[in-house]
Each structure stands twice: as C-alpha cells, then as structure tokens.
C-alpha cells in the first residue's frame, strides 16, 4: 500500500517497475500473474468502485 496521504480519494499501491516503486490507482490495476489473494483484493476492490461506494 502506497501511505496514507496519497489514498485519501483513491486506494493506491506500490508496484515494481523498472526497479523503481510506483504508487498507481488500484482501481487501474489488473492482475497478471499474481497470487490468488491478490487477485481476490483487486476484483474486490473494483466491485466496490462499481458499486459506488466511497471513503
């Protein structure tokens, strides 16, 4: 997770890229090659956007 000032509107996390970390919108985000429990946060942070809800 990206800290918590940079996700007061929007969830954030940190992804590896380049061999940098970079915060992005979770709700960009689709797993490729990732564990079963990621894939479950990431489907179920989408439905919850989806759904409208909101901080």
Known sequence: ???EEECMHEMFVEIQWEKRK???PLSQLKGISVT???RQAIEDW???VAMGYQF
Do not use: F, K
């Open 46 to 48: 989408h439905y919850w």
């Open 36 to 38: 079963d429990e990621t």
């Open 22 to 24: 970079l915060a992005v």
């Open 1 to 3: 997770m990206a800290p």
